[in-house]
């Protein structure tokens, strides 16, 4: 599509162009076809990568052109989504009630809107699987313990962070919650200290499940779960180590299940063989009801059974570092019943000698009662379509695929994205599979939407080593939007959030922090594509203050809700910070995202001949505007790529330059990073310095900093100054003196560009690799300026108008074809193309074959030249030039010398004497005859010229021919 500037009336435009050009010795052609003096083309795949309608421009048939000129500009296409939280695609997944639009391995693996009012799926349990992730499982942890303050003395909930307790476990089983008597209290003995008397300050801590039903067809009749304990321990006179302190397993059960009385109570027994972790003698003691005996549970237990076993001490042993052991119990017993299951704790307040370790209790998490979850299931969500507004579709790809999902403890979603029609694992350009993929926010922009018009999106669902986690899949997007839903609660522990909604109460405050990095599982957490901009929605009814922070930023900068930014140089991360100041309900923080895409691979071809006047489309360079491919040489003058390089140290010399990449000459620099990644370069007497780093081109480097001693890096982690780097660059590519490597077929002056890094000191070498380079730049490049676009407009107006009248009020459309392997933009302005009338050449072929063969015949052309008194200038000579894909050489007449072959070297052709001159209505008349000779191999295509050549220099150009048969070659030789 066109975007115009100054536009004007195209009819009014070419009236006057047509009225005033006789009156003119030159006249000049500055806007195109529609009347605008900039176009800019659009690249989207799916849609087209290939334009025919705009750029296009008008010339004056009846002129000879002496100049031409016109820029192209490296702009990114700027693409966002604004569908907002709604967008989210999430309908009822069960494949039984949602006509097809979802298939599985097994239906019966999953659950569908389980405990939410959202559509859902997650893996469907026997019975009871709980890992505390999501919620705290229905436990009741009621108590009638209450210290002197009021507080009651119970199990809690909670999330631990790493390390985060003083005693007790260094994390949960599995995720970061889990259920803990008094959980952050390191001494639950002393949490009832009112009498200083033996037994007055006993305490139970019960922890109780929701009521079940065991039905006698259960699979698995075991409870397990995940225990931790530490717990008081004492020694008798003989300094023998026994326990008052105990823990059990208690087991209600009923037949009708009311639990007001009928149900009848009893320990469980612990099951050695399934257990693991604690065992008897470690963590598990048998009750001895003879006193305080060694490496027994002493009476003083006294809701303990005699002889029947319970946990005392600590589960921590050699065989069990950590602490966490797993702890099983048969309920075969119970079947056919409705059960709740009772975790105790029994504080005895018994008299005795205390040993001094720390007693912060007992913990529990991941608790199964039947089956665990499947190890993997599989849900297809097929079908699935680009978006079909032009608006809507990415340039690249289908964009951003955003996933509202929960992940808890080691459980995981993968994503696989297939042919809908073919079934086959989709693959980018270079044949990597979009299979296994994970995160959040997945980019698609390598799913060519022209490829893959209609996909089907795997969704494998994992859980985990243990089986005892479920993801849920709730829904998902396409555009260029991500956000906070807070169905992945573990992004937001400790806040009041229920099924999707956070309710905020005003206290002291809160701050919530937003990393973009932590929804991408690839590319360091960084955006593939720049962002130019955002906006952040969802907060209407909230009084918030953000701040938005980037690594290059200086300091955060204060952005609004449901206010755009922009930003004039990119950014591929950033972090927002959301200060809270009064009470608040939300379901979403929604981040819609303004993504920059540059085009490769570009040709702009005028006059449709296919032969491009300027292209793009050198693996070395990378994007017209965003480098990162690394240069790893030419190859038959093709600049090749990498993405990666590497810098190996001399040990002897302290020294490596490599990592070498292409800039043009000349260009505005916006943005400059690269990845330093298993760096193990480093100063061996002063360990923390790694290198110093510099910026090379040519023979002349520049120190930008000294790099620390880290295995990963980015270029703006060195030093203080963020910009450094990119200043030091954009000092060499501005200098007109910068050496440069090559100058490309497109007139485009390429800068080599390396680094060099040097440790002196070095332990003998190391190496450090380079990755993720990003160059973002900004270069508005003249096309013909070397004179080569003016000499082909004259060819492509000759042989245009060839018959036709060469009046001065003739135009002659010039179309153009502009084509990119990707989706992005070129922006065509600054056309300038200068003409001259009173250059005039006429051309009639008058053989009466439509090829040209070297059988013997003579060839007969016609032309005629003058050059108008009015220019000031007079004939010098004539010439008709034949041109191919592989040479130009002319038939010469020239008026003072005579007859010449100029450029044959060949011997292609032989001017027949029988070749005249004459004077003809005022015009020089020449018969040109001449034959093929052998020498003259096939050929396609033929452009026969004639040319009135000026004393002033001008060369008139106004008739031609090409010569393109329909069958066979334009030259036979056969």
């Known amino acids: 599509m066109a975007i115009e500037k100054n536009r004007m009336k195209t009819s009014l435009f070419l009236a006057l162009l047509m009225i005033l050009t006789p009156l003119a010795a030159a006249s000049t052609v500055t806007t195109f076809s529609d009347g605008s003096s900039e176009v800019i083309v659009e690249f989207k795949d799916g849609y087209s990568l290939t334009n025919t309608t705009d750029g296009g421009f008008y010339l004056g048939s009846g002129e000879t052109i002496t100049s031409a000129t016109v820029n192209i500009s490296s702009e990114p296409l700027l693409h966002h989504t604004s569908n907002g939280y709604n967008g989210i695609q ?73 390390r985060q307790l003083t005693e007790g476990p260094d994390n949960c089983a599995s995720g970061e919650m889990c259920w803990g008597t008094n959980i952050f209290d390191d001494d639950y003995t002393n949490d009832l200290d009112t009498d200083p008397a033996p037994y007055v300050d006993q305490i139970e801590f019960r922890l109780t499940t929701p009521v079940m039903y065991l039905d006698s067809g259960l699979n698995d009749t075991f409870l397990r779960f995940a225990s931790w304990h530490q717990m008081e321990t004492k020694f008798n006179t003989n300094g023998d180590y026994y326990y008052d302190d105990c823990a059990f397993i208690e087991i209600e059960y009923s037949q009708v299940g009311q639990f007001t009385g009928e149900q009848q109570v009893e320990t469980l027994l612990i099951n050695f063989p399934e257990s693991s972790g604690v065992g008897p003698g470690e963590g598990l003691y ?86 665990k979850y499947v190890t993997d299931g599989t849900m297809v969500i097929e079908n699935l379509q680009y978006p079909q507004t032009y608006s809507e579709k990415s340039p690249n790809g289908y964009g951003l695929l955003f996933l509202d999902t929960f992940e808890p403890a080691d459980s995981s979603l993968s994503y696989t994205f297939r042919d809908a029609i073919s079934g086959q694992v989709a693959t980018d350009q270079d044949g990597n599979p979009f299979q296994g993929i994970t995160g959040q926010v997945i980019e698609l922009w390598d799913l060519d939407a022209t490829d893959y018009p ?115 140089s990119p950014l591929f991360e950033f972090s927002l910070k959301l200060t809270y100041n009064a009470d608040c309900v939300m379901s979403d923080i929604w981040i819609e995202v303004a993504f920059g895409h540059h085009a490769t691979g570009i040709g702009v071809d005028y006059g449709v001949d296919q032969i491009n006047e300027w292209e793009f489309n050198q693996p070395g360079y990378g994007n017209f505007g965003m480098q990162d491919m690394f240069y790893s040489g030419e190859v038959n003058g093709v600049s090749q790529g990498s993405k990666t390089a590497r810098l190996s140290l001399d040990p002897i010399t302290g020294l490596a330059i490599d990592g070498f990449f292409l800039i043009p000459k000349g260009a505005s620099l916006d943005y400059f990073d690269v990845a330093f990644a298993n760096n193990d370069i480093f100063n061996a007497n002063v360990t923390d310095q790694g290198f110093a780093l510099s910026i090379v081109v040519g023979a002349t480097s520049e120190y930008v900093d000294l790099a620390a001693n880290e295995d990963d890096f980015n270029l703006y982690d060195i030093g203080t100054d963020k910009q450094k780097a990119l200043n030091v660059l954009q000092d060499f590519i501005s200098d007109p003196n910068v050496p440069v490597i090559k100058t490309d077929s497109s007139g485009m002056e390429w800068v080599r560009v390396g680094f060099q890094v040097a440790q002196l000191d070095s332990n003998n070498g190391g190496a450090v690799e380079l990755e993720n380079l ?80 070297a059988t013997g015949e003579l060839y007969h052309i016609t032309t005629t030249h003058s050059v108008d008194p009015v220019t000031g200038a007079a004939l010098s000579a004539c010439k008709i030039t034949f041109k191919t894909d592989e040479s130009t050489f002319s038939l010469v007449y020239d008026l003072l010398t005579g007859w010449a072959e100029e450029g044959d070297s060949q011997d292609y052709i032989t001017l027949h004497p029988s070749s005249t001159a004459s004077i003809v209505a005022g015009d020089q008349q020449i018969d040109w005859k001449f034959s093929v000779n052998s020498n003259w191999d096939d050929q396609a295509r033929v452009i026969i010229l004639s040319e009135t050549v000026a004393d002033d220099g001008v060369v008139g150009m106004l008739s031609g021919i090409s010569i393109l048969p329909a069958t066979g070659n334009a030259v036979e030789n056969d």
């Open 286 to 371: 048998a009750k001895d009801d003879s006193g305080s005996n060694r490496d027994r549970i002493s009476p003083e237990c006294s809701p303990l059974e005699d002889n029947e076993f319970g946990l005392a001490g600590t589960s921590t042993n050699p065989l069990n570092l950590d602490g966490w052991a797993t702890i099983a119990a048969n309920l075969a017993p119970y079947l056919s019943n409705y059960i709740k299951i009772n975790f105790v704790l029994f504080h005895t307040d018994a008299p005795g000698n205390v040993a001094q370790f720390p007693t912060p209790g007992w913990y529990i998490d991941d608790v199964t009662i039947g089956e």
């Open 90 to 162: 999430s309908f009822a997944w069960d494949s039984n009630v949602n006509n097809g639009a979802t298939t599985f391995d097994n239906v019966s693996k999953f659950a569908f809107n389980k405990d939410t009012l959202q559509n859902s799926v997650q893996f469907h349990s026997e019975l009871l699987v709980t890992d505390f992730e999501s919620n705290d499982g229905g436990f009741d942890n009621s108590t009638q313990n209450y210290d002197p303050s009021g507080n009651a003395l119970t199990w809690d909930y909670a999330a631990i962070e790493d």
């Open 454 to 568: 209609y996909i089907d999106l795997e969704v494998r669902f994992n859980s985990g080593n243990d089986q005892i986690s479920t993801p849920v899949f709730f829904g998902y997007s396409f555009g260029t939007e991500f956000g906070i839903t807070f169905n992945d609660v573990s992004r937001h522990r400790g806040l009041n959030v229920d099924d999707g909604e956070f309710d905020y109460v005003h206290d002291k405050g809160y701050e919530m922090h937003i990393d973009s990095a932590s929804f991408i599982d690839t590319n360091n957490g960084e955006f593939a594509k720049p962002v130019y901009g955002l906006n952040v929605s969802g907060m209407r009814s909230c009084q918030i203050d953000m701040e938005l922070d980037s690594p290059l930023f200086s300091t955060p900068q204060p952005i609004y809700v449901e206010t755009a930014q922009s930003f004039a």
């Open 774 to 853: 990003k160059v973002i730049y900004r270069l508005e490049h003249q096309i013909g300026q070397d004179g080569g676009f003016a000499a082909y407009l004259r060819e492509f107006v000759a042989t245009s108008n060839q018959g036709t009248s060469q009046s001065s009020g003739s135009q002659t459309f010039v179309p153009v074809e502009t084509t990119s392997a990707n989706g992005g933009k070129i922006t065509l302005s600054n056309l300038t193309i200068t003409s001259q009338a009173g250059y005039d050449s006429t051309l009639i072929w008058n053989s009466q074959y439509d090829g040209l063969y």
